[in-house]
């Protein structure tokens, strides 16, 4: 059984890394680069046009206009070191560069080669050009940033750590800056000042940022001082921010289990696990060790409130045969683990602490198929039992074959057909699956099965987001039609619809109320804002839509769907090498089939019309 250890430990960053543990699990800017390929839940998480990246702050590509090189001959030289870069030949795209600062050309061609240098790692070659251009780009965050970043992974903490400070004092504002100085003054055992450069970016309210991430960073300068209810209120509000950023899910947690609300702390470490895919090996080692610390230290009474309708779980002042299933588990001795349990379940069937140990026994023997077959028995049991249900799903992710859990719910929805669990978890299933027309069909039964306007509207939310991706138009005006009759609010539906009158519902005004009052309670949400790009684009104010969708695409820019948008404002306005660059940088990012055909359809029109 592993011991706790000390939170504190969340705040200690090593001195050449931006990366830092608690139980093994990993925080910061190194963990954050780590992408997350889970499914969203059928009923409720949203995808798409909703999705939330939560990657941390890059400094930004620059990427100067043609007119500032200064010399016509240095055009083509330009877009020869674009597409050498664009192809990751970084050697071939330094030496093009240079000859265009060689020749005369504007300094802004540095601009360039340091990006160049920065996506090749060299950091030595940035480093060396530091004397030559510091001056210069003395007034430039993001170039600095570059400088300080090249310098800490060169070796050089110390010079990179005091220039980060210097800019944080003169670029106070920028939330790139503002994330790594805290880094920098925890390091230090500075968090007076880490709160002061957070407290001043999130007190200004002309700067729009991730507030979410500037939250979860004043919780671990909190959790630094030792401050846990502190960390707590930023967490929560984080989360307020953005309900599914994982790693403020899995650091309250971790504070929750530290204080001993260890059913709260299972929770979020559940919730974290669902999000993630399941993918986090060393979080699903912890939870299943505290189910474990949970069931050899049980109290010596009956627990007045029982956790789930219809369940009682049985506690014995002498519990021996479970103890001895416990032990027997942790030294892998799983049949006798199994025959213990057995034992203990004669006196105790409702003992759910035991069933679960019993579930454990036969994934870690590699009997999925027991596994199934028993949890498909106790939900015949008590078929409205949420907990069965959930379990059953999560055996997915146990390294059980989907397809077998999959079955196994489709024999419960026919024996139970209005059983909406089981409709649910086989819409996220199949959706996890790839397979849209399975999703579609459960989702659509769910919704017919189900009375909450709630969960309606996640329902109807995620069908709309199928229904889309297939063009289905037909289909999403009758889903914009259900959807306001609902009783209830969701804001990635009413945005879903907001864009549907805007691209297909021949309804600009309508679209542009819907999206207001979104915007109202989400200001700062990328995908809404794209949105509103849209309408304006649509409103044919193309330099307005321009403008919102260029500072919309720096804070989402692995996005395609925003850079298709911002790639066809830059074509209306005749910035025609700008949209090609948008419309490139889009299809290297796109995820859907929608994005991958139509950056190829627009990158072939806009090239061949360019020819001509």
Known sequence: MKKLLPLVLVACLAATQETYTLFGFSFGRAAETKKSHHQEPAAGKANVKHRVKHKTPTPPAVVPEISQWGFADNVANYMKAHAEESRGEYNQAKQTIRSIIDSGGSVYAHEMLLRILQEANDHNAIIELMPEIGETFESDPDIQLIFALALARAGKQKESDNLLIKLSQQFGLNPDIVFHAVQVFLRRKEPADALAVLERILNDSTKQINQHLFRFLKAQVHIFTHDYQKALAELDTSLEKNPYFERAILLRALILEQQGKVSDAKKGYEAYLELTGNADEQVRQHLHELNQRQNMHRPTHRSPHPPHKGIRIMYTTAPNHFQKAAVLFKNKQYALAQSNINKHLQSYPNDVGAKLLKLQTYVAAHKGDTAIKTVVEWINQEPNTEIWHQTLHLLSYSGIPRHKVIEAFESIHTKYPHNVLAIMYLANLYLRANNAAKASSYLHTAYKACTDDSI???????IGVMAYENSAYHELATLVKQAEALQTEFAPLQNLMSYYYATHGGNLKKAQTILQK??????????????????????????????????????????ATILIHLAKSHHKLGAGQEALSAIRKAQSVAQSTYEKTTTHKLINTWAHAKRG
């Open 456 to 462: 309606k509207a996640k329902i109807l939310f995620q």
């Open 518 to 559: 979104v915007l109202q309670h989400n200001p700062d949400n990328a995908h809404y804002l794209d949105t509103k790009g849209v309408i304006l684009y649509k409103q044919r104010k193309y330099k307005e839509a321009q403008s919102l969708l260029q500072k919309v695409s720096t804070r989402a820019p692995h996005d």
